[in-house]
């Protein structure tokens, strides 16, 4: 049963980590420009982005659950799980987030998501 539980957990690391990515990429699109010449304006103005700092507390909820997962299940079976995140990174961007998926970008998730499976 703590193999099963590990699963699950893994499952919900792959979905947060990748909702955590594209809030994070959400705030950093909105947040202003990097200046490589002032590296700490820069993060300060990123960590101001109220998406970024969101994105960045979900994916350390993430970790947890990645921590969690490993505890309770084989390492992998937990990192298989973990890349099965992908295909859900492509739903959310192309249903949630607004990002256009091409046909062949939706093609070579498919084959990725075949190539987990096998």
Same mark, same amino acid.
């Given at each position: 049963m703590t193999i099963q539980i590990g699963i699950l957990?893994?499952?919900?690391?792959a979905f947060t980590t990748n909702v955590g990515f594209l809030l994070k990429h959400? %705030? +950093?699109c909105a947040a202003p420009a990097v200046d490589f010449?002032?590296?700490l304006r820069s993060a300060i103005g990123l960590w101001r982005s109220r998406w970024f700092a969101?994105?960045?507390?979900?994916?350390? %909820? +993430?970790?947890?659950l990645h921590v969690a997962a490993l505890a309770l299940a084989p390492l992998s079976l937990v990192q298989a799980v973990i890349s099965g995140g992908l295909v859900f990174l492509t739903?959310?961007?192309d249903r949630v987030f607004g990002f256009e998926v091409g046909n062949r970008q939706w093609a070579g998730v498919g084959l990725t998501a075949v190539g987990l499976a096998l």
């Open positions: 957990l893994a499952l919900l690391c959400r %705030g +950093a010449r002032r590296p969101i994105g960045m507390l979900v994916a350390a %909820g +993430a970790f947890s739903v959310l961007a």
